[in-house]
């Protein structure tokens, strides 16, 4: 009888991870030297985790054959990469004495890595700068992490209908002989942004720690900030850098790599990029021209703030310029709502996807059409190619378990005591990797006063959401331990 995981050969992928976390730990260190803050805490840490990716590497080792990874393998290694980065990810903080209780520290460290950006801390500025450097940082690795899964290792295992939205046809034929240079190229654009972000923002006067550790959480669509008010209290033109990056990383990265190759004709087709784009423009203009009529703003000051928010949740950032629970009820409702709907596919933004929406949208166009034309044959298809009806279903199943565990995550919620409209943004910000949620979760405050449980359900949620749902939860099914 076969092995069901093969733990020596998933032992050394996860050396490999934690070995990168160590390296990134051990860096943290020279911040602490350059701002004379204590630096036992990073290499305290860094030997832990050096001594854990030792182990895994002896573990893998012991393998005699050489032998490939296989989709129960990989769904097994995905899942155990986050939560042991995660809880790696906890050691600076608690050895710090900065988040001294485990369960905060496992929500700030699930946070960083998933790129959620929702946050246990009252008073930010109060952390040494290497904290929060590593605090920025956690959300830069679990970017690359989150750009590396969605392109290369999801559509090879047929996760959520990924192999018809990131690669074009041809090129997902050529990623495995060209994996690696394929994982270069887009490794390159996403350095590429952050440093270009980190330029503009230092034209803007934004100090070069500020600025490195906002280009972090903007390209990872994290939403750490080193300020306790986020981008508030910068200027207009920091704001609008941060914008237009936060754009720019809620898009398929495999649109810039077309960009850069001169593509432009496999950009111009992408159905997803019209529609990501159309919903931003449509929604940030709709709550827009809600602040200038509604609030008396400046248009350009309620322009600003609508699209900062709008981009801010749609891209699953969370950086904020305003409390967005002093709107009016219904720009704050369509907040809550497009909470949901998440950037495209291939980028490091969370949530259901722009993509899974547009096949949603086209399933409802097609039933219309049916009706007035039922001996019809209607087609689905996106990016002019056709969907077949096992991909259709596979979309449209996830829509449904990923509100399903939306409303089983709100209901455990509120079981510990939380409120409904608290339980419920809670569940919906964590899941879809955004930050702020509604009620006493809002961009004005944090997550700190929620109870313990209520902290690990939420962090386990940021994990399952940020990897779409499938891959954590087929972990429990008993046909996948079985041989």
């Known amino acids: 009888m076969g092995k069901i995981i093969n733990f020596k050969l998933t032992s050394k992928i996860l050396s490999r991870n934690v070995f990168i976390v160590s390296i990134s730990i051990l860096a943290c260190s020279v911040i602490a030297l350059i701002y004379s803050e204590p630096i036992y805490p990073f290499l305290i840490s860094f030997l832990i985790s050096f001594v854990i990716a030792l182990i895994l590497m002896i573990i893998s080792k012991q393998e005699k054959h050489i032998a490939e990874l296989n989709r129960k393998d990989a769904y097994f290694t995905v899942t155990a990469s986050w939560i042991l980065m995660t809880l790696i990810g906890c050691l600076p903080y608690v050895i710090s004495g900065s988040i001294p209780a485990f369960i905060d520290a496992f929500f700030e460290s699930a946070s960083g890595f998933t790129t959620t950006g929702s946050s246990i801390l009252t008073d930010i500025e109060a952390l040494p700068k290497s904290i929060l450097f590593w605090r920025s940082l956690t959300h830069w690795i679990g970017g690359i992490g989150i750009i590396v899964l969605v392109i290369l290792i999801m559509p090879t295992l047929q ?11 041809s090129l997902q034929e050529k990623i495995h002989p060209k994996i690696k240079s ?7 654009i996403y350095v590429l942004l952050t440093i270009a972000e980190v330029f503009l923002l230092l034209l803007g006067k934004m100090n070069l720690f500020d600025s490195v550790c906002h280009a972090f959480g903007t390209i ?3 939403g750490f900030s080193p300020k ?4 508030a209290e910068y200027s207009p033109y920091i704001q609008y850098v941060v914008m237009i990056f936060m754009l720019l990383a809620g898009t398929n990265f495999v649109i810039h790599y077309y ?8 950009v111009k087709e992408n159905e997803e990029l019209r529609f990501y784009y159309s919903a931003v423009f449509v929604i940030g203009f709709i709550i827009t021209l809600a602040l200038f009529f509604k609030m008396n703003k400046p248009f350009e000051e309620a322009f600003r703030e609508s699209f900062f928010q709008v981009i801010s949740i749609v891209t699953c950032t969370g ?3 305003t409390d967005y629970l002093n709107w009016p009820v219904f720009a704050w409702v369509i907040i809550f709502i497009i909470m949901f709907l ?8 969370g949530g259901i996807k722009m993509a899974r929406h547009l096949v949603l949208f086209k399933n409802i166009h097609r039933n219309f059409r049916e009706i007035f034309h039922p001996k019809a044959i209607f087609h689905l298809r996106i990016n002019g190619r056709s969907i077949n009806d096992e991909t259709n279903n596979t979309i449209l199943t996830f829509i449904t378990v990923y509100f399903a565990v939306f409303v089983i995550g709100s209901i455990l919620v509120v079981v510990t005591g939380v409120d409904m409209r608290t339980a419920s943004s809670s569940v919906a910000t964590c899941m879809a990797g955004i930050g702020p949620g509604i009620g006493t979760v809002g961009p004005a405050s944090n997550f700190a006063h929620l109870p313990g449980i209520s902290k690990i359900i939420l962090s386990f949620l940021m994990i399952i959401g940020r990897l779409e749902i499938y891959t954590v939860i087929i972990l429990f099914t008993k046909r996948f331990w079985e041989h």
């Not at 394929?182 to 390159?188: M, P, T, W, Y």
């Not at 998440?342 to 933004?349: E, F, K, P, Q, Y």
Request: no cysteine; aromatic share 10%.
């Open 342 to 349: 998440g950037g495209s596919t291939g980028s490091t933004a």
């Open 259 to 266: 960009i850069l190759k001169r593509e432009f004709g496999k």
């Open 220 to 222: 990872a669509t994290g």
């Open 228 to 231: 306790n008010t986020s981008i």
């Open 182 to 188: 394929v994982g270069q190229r887009i490794l390159a």
């Open 159 to 169: 996760i959520g209908g990924y192999q018809l939205f990131t690669m074009e046809s």
């Open 319 to 321: 950086f904020a310029t």
